[in-house]
């Protein structure tokens, strides 16, 4: 269902709660970081970003979790990625690095086919958040002050070279969501710092979007929204919740688009800090995959929270999941 209509943030009488899993937790604490981005990547894989190895850093990876082994191999980058999906090629990926965006191969660190530059005449941004809309990608960028409104959203469709600006003024896109239905589409976003999820009419042949919504608007909580997928049915959304407090958990929620009530609750245990969820099967069963940061933490925090930075698994509440799939590679590439 497209959601066309603002509502605020509503409550159901008794949203159902479930602590996640650990699924994954890296040894290196640079790994632990800011993780995000989770995504099916081959049978039996997931593949995720790191997006900065520490505070100062500016390198990050793409990492590839084999989720029969639990074993995790790590790409170092060159630069800080905000997004890295796999293709229909299996050792090539399309990535956000910095300010590039492009068909990356891990394996040989080179660059391939059609990049673009993004936002190379702004000062203090770099490419965050993605999305994967058929033959599309929709990405935004961060302030990386997380002050100024200067970072933008993005359209990019390589097969044809359309590239598009959808909008500017943000300061941490984040997010990012298409619905369909009747013949129309709308963009939901999430700028993390208004703590409001957009929802913009989309022409998704041009690459242009309308004036935007108000879908959600959770405004007075003390954590930030940050990725955000939709259900199946396309009638609530989830969403991760970076919650810089010192809090026992961290939590995803599910929300309903027409009501705005919290429909579940997915708890992260010793990790405040969510970053993103994701679907995925796991041995053909639906799951929830969640990332998780370490990111702004004090060692003394570190300690109180042993499970910052690490990846999470829990029921999906629901048998529809159909996993994202790969993006087409562009003929030549």
Sequence with gaps: MVAWAAVGPGQSATPEELDAQLLFQ?????????PEGPYPCGHGRLSWVAIQHGESAVQGSLNVLDLETGRNVSHLLPGRPGFAFPTTDPGTLVVGCEKKVGFYRPETGEWSGPTIGVETEVGGT????????GDALIFGTKDLGFRTPRAGLYFWRPADGTFTRLAGG???????????????????????????VLSYPMDLASGRVGPPRVALDLGGDPAF?????VTPDGRSVVIAFYDPRDVAFGQARQYGLESGAVEIVWRTPGSPRVTCPQWVRIGGEPRLVLTTAAEHMSAEQRERHPRAGALFVADARRDD???PGPFPLPAGV
């Design 170 to 196: 943000q300061t941490c896109s984040n997010g990012k969501v298409i619905l369909e239905e009747g013949g129309r589409a709308a963009l939901l976003d999430i700028d993390t710092p208004t703590r409001k």
């Design 225 to 229: 929204p940050d990725g955000m997928i």
């Design 26 to 34: 890296a040894d290196d604490p640079a790994l632990e970081f800011l």
């Design 126 to 133: 770099i490419i965050n958040d993605g999305l994967i809309h």
């Design 321 to 323: 999941i159909v996993p």
